[in-house]
T-cell receptor, first 113, second 114 residues
Framework: DAKTTQPNSMESNEEEPVHLPCNHS???????IHWYRQLPSQGPEYVIH???SNVNNRMASLAIAEDRKSSTLILHRATLRDAAVYYC??????????????FGKGTLLTVNP | ETGVTQSPTHLIKTRGQQVTLRCSSQ?????VSWYQQALGQGPQFIFQ???????GRGNFPPRFSGLQFPNYSSELNVNALELDDSALYLC?????????????FGPGTRLTVL
């Protein structure tokens, strides 16, 4: 399984930007980088994904290194509702032509008021 | 448009019993994946169904089996329950087989095996 490495935990203050790093040095040329988050007592929730270029959506931005061996999820203004476990995932083939998400332990983000 | 739903919410079984967990996909989605999440860990992939056929399996024994129905809802069956099967079971639906398709997760079923 393709591996990603994330810090176990990070802390931020409300309304400040948060940069969540992820290393994926064994990424292959066709692997998409996905980010999901899991709020307490809920299933994971899609945040963003990208292949080579930086990506923006209403939730976050994804900055991908030129060599694709690392990426950073950026929350522009953290709110208390952003407190969650954030997973950086390389989507892999699960068999046939379908793909699976291989989760690590993720980064627990704490947001202080 | 309704999201992914799972039933039951919580379940308590004893070792050796069998259990069936159910998942209704988001409307229009034809792919369902099941995950097991132990306490403090990330979800682990069990298997995936596409158009009623198993299409990929993780490192789980054969006593974990599943079905997908014509309406794309799905079941996860676990036989001969063991204590280590206690976990949150998540299903996720998506459309198609692309590597960039977003998966939509349900809230999960919390299974406790005594």
């Amino acid at each position: 399984d393709a591996k990603t490495t994330q810090p176990n935990s990070m802390e931020s203050n409300e309304e400040e930007p948060v940069h969540l790093p992820c290393n994926h040095s064994t990424i292959s040329g066709t692997d998409y980088i996905h980010w999901y988050r899991q709020l307490p007592s809920q299933g994971p929730e899609y945040v963003i994904h990208g292949l080579t270029s930086n990506v923006n959506n209403r939730m976050a931005s994804l900055a991908i290194a030129e060599d694709r061996k690392s990426s950073t999820l950026i929350l522009h203004r953290a709110t208390l509702r952003d407190a969650a476990v954030y997973y950086c995932i390389l989507k892999e083939k699960s068999g046939g032509s379908n793909y699976k998400l291989t989760f690590g332990k993720g980064t627990l983000l704490t947001v202080n008021p | 448009e309704t999201g992914v739903t799972q039933s039951p919410t919580h379940l308590i079984k004893t070792r050796g019993q069998q259990v069936t967990l159910r998942c209704s996909s988001q409307s229009g989605h034809n792919t369902v994946s099941w995950y097991q999440q132990a306490l403090g860990q990330g979800p682990q992939f069990i298997f995936q169904y596409y158009r009623e056929e198993e299409n990929g399996r993780g490192n789980f024994p054969p006593r974990f089996s599943g079905l997908q129905f014509p309406n794309y809802s799905s079941e996860l069956n676990v036989n001969a329950l063991e204590l280590d099967d206690s976990a949150l079971y998540l299903c996720a639906s998506s459309f198609g087989r692309s590597s960039y398709n977003e998966q939509f997760f349900g809230p999960g079923t919390r299974l406790t095996v005594l």
